[in-house]
């Protein structure tokens, strides 16, 4: 087994401020047609440890907000602050090389390269990331995909793993290079109901280990699992509340 010391985490600068914060957040994209406005005034912070489910329907803004999080997009206004970091401003190459060590991805259709094995798809962003010393990055990536309960596959190709093995590489490969922020858009809208529980107790096992995770989700009868959800209707919250088992 590849040892535990390689998933402690990387020491952070200790801080007050929430791990993320939006403020009076507005996205306006050119049309043909005219501008239009993919979301107005989205303010909310999330602490440490929270999981938070963003839910609405199809052209709500979802998938807009999950990409300024992750810093693919940039907001036409507002601030958008990681920690004590104003994010606004910044270019695509300094959002990049943000993004690849502060927030892990993981999407609904795996996105897995089907040419590496699991465990060069789980090394790939330590890799690009400089993340660590590159003798450790392997032992890393079999100690995460043993964390995930899947170190049996990590020579095997993506294509001969199920749906829920690949969903679980996938969150492994977010995991390599420690972020404390996971962005997740409708990461259980292609499994099972049986694996949809197993991938989700994964997320809540890693909110109480530190991590923040958002999540993208059309399914509602998730709400058990969330300690907050925001509802966005035509790029507007609507509905903001917290869950009381985990709050």
């Given amino acids: ?3 535990t010391s390689l998933l402690k985490p ?3 600068l200790a801080t007050a401020a929430p791990i993320v914060s939006l403020r009076a957040i507005g996205k306006t994209y050119d049309t043909p047609a ?3 406005a993919a979301l107005t005034d989205i303010t909310l912070s999330l602490e440490a440890g929270a999981f938070l489910a963003v839910v609405g329907k199809s052209g709500s803004g979802k998938t ?17 602050h990681f920690g004590n970091v104003l994010l606004n401003g910044k270019s695509e190459e300094e959002l990049t090389a943000w993004r690849g060590r502060n927030v892990g991805v993981v999407f609904q259709f795996f996105q897995l390269l089907p040419t590496l094995t699991v465990v060069e798809n789980v090394m790939l962003p330590m890799d690009f990331c400089r993340f660590g010393r590159p003798q450790d990055r392997r032992p890393r990536a079999l100690a995460l995909l043993e964390k995930l309960g899947i170190a049996e596959q990590a020579d095997k190709l993506p294509a001969d793993l199920s749906g829920g093995q690949q969903q679980r590489a996938a ?3 977010a995991l390599a290079n420690d972020p404390p922020l996971l962005v997740a858009d409708e990461p259980t809208g292609n499994l099972d109901s049986r694996t ?12 109480e280990e530190g991590k923040t995770v958002v999540m993208v989700t059309h399914e509602r009868d998730l709400g058990d699992y969330f300690t907050d959800t925001i509802e966005l209707a035509d790029g507007r919250m609507v509905t903001t509340q917290g869950q009381g088992g985990r709050s």
């Fill in 34 to 36: 005219g501008p239009f």
């Fill in 10 to 12: 990387v020491a952070r």
């Fill in 64 to 80: 807009t907000l999950a990409n300024l999080l992750t810093g693919i997009d940039s907001a036409t206004s507002g601030d958008i």
């Fill in 196 to 207: 949809t529980t197993e991938v989700m107790d994964l997320f809540r096992g890693l909110t």
């Fill in 1 to 3: 087994m590849p040892p």
């Fill in 171 to 173: 969150i492994a490969r």
